[in-house]
């Protein structure tokens, strides 16, 4: 009955491979988000999809490429992985819309570790 | 444009003495306001949330915040600490776009709490 899931929960790789991280919530809702957590816990927003469009896409390198193949999914491609992009991301969800339901629910998060 | 300030890095209490968080925010319209909990190697967890209702908002856990208008504040409270409230606290503003909500995230806090 997980309301955002995220797979994998850990992710090791090797310089300049290319992975990919899936979100999935079963919330109803419309729209999602990729947020990374750096080294120093500071959160900052990647991308916002509402209804599989892509909203937000603050700047980010463009080796990251965010997938929605429907509402419920939202899943984050990396080509060329850097030691940089070592960080914990996050995806979110939220109902856009609905008075007083603004908040976002958060996955359990994907610790990305770049070798 | 909006921004959250939280004033303390650390804060350290003694179990079973109150808690305070203080939060400072800017925004250029109403804005809406978080407190996100993430305990160590887990995702974040809703607090509790401001929306132009109530300016003291009771959360989860026995918080609780308020909301100051004049001091543009949202600091979080606590009568009493507990060792399992021991965990990295955000102070979040939030910003109604077309189709999405994005957030801005404070830097946390570190919550220590001394048996």
């Known amino acids: 009955d997980t309301a955002v899931s995220q797979t994998p929960k850990y992710l090791v790789t090797q310089m300049g491979n290319d992975k990919s991280i899936k979100c999935e919530q079963n919330?109803?809702?419309?729209?999602m988000y990729w947020y990374k957590q750096d080294s120093k816990k500071f959160l900052k927003i990647m991308f916002s999809?509402?209804?599989?469009?892509?909203?937000i896409n603050e700047t980010v390198p463009n080796r990251f490429s965010p997938k929605s193949p429907d509402k419920a999914h939202l899943n984050l491609h990396i080509n060329s992985l850097e030691l940089g992009d070592s960080a914990v991301y996050f995806c979110?969800?939220?109902?856009?819309?609905?008075?007083?339901?603004?908040?976002?629910?958060f996955g359990p998060g994907t610790r990305l570790t770049v070798l | 444009a909006q921004s959250v300030t939280q004033l303390d890095s650390h804060v350290s209490v003694s179990e079973g003495t109150p808690v305070l968080l203080r939060c400072n925010y800017s925004?250029?319209?109403?804005?809406?306001l978080f407190w996100y909990v993430q305990h160590p190697n887990k995702g974040l967890q809703l607090l509790l949330k401001?929306?132009?209702?109530?300016?003291l908002v009771k959360g989860i856990n026995g918080f609780e915040a308020e909301f100051k208008k004049s001091e543009t504040s949202f600091h979080l409270t606590k009568p009493s600490a507990h060792m399992s409230d021991a965990a990295e606290y955000f102070c979040?503003?939030?910003?109604?776009?077309?189709?999405?909500?994005?957030?801005?995230f404070g830097k946390g806090t570190k919550l220590s709490v001394i048996p």
């Open positions: 979040v503003v939030s910003r109604s776009g077309a189709g999405s909500y994005q957030l801005t």
């Open positions: 401001y929306t132009s209702a109530a300016t």
């Open positions: 925004s250029s319209y109403s804005p809406s």
């Open positions: 919330l109803g809702h419309d729209t």
């Open positions: 999809y509402n209804n599989k469009e892509l909203i």
């Open positions: 979110a969800s939220s109902q856009v819309g609905r008075e007083g339901h603004n908040e976002q629910f």
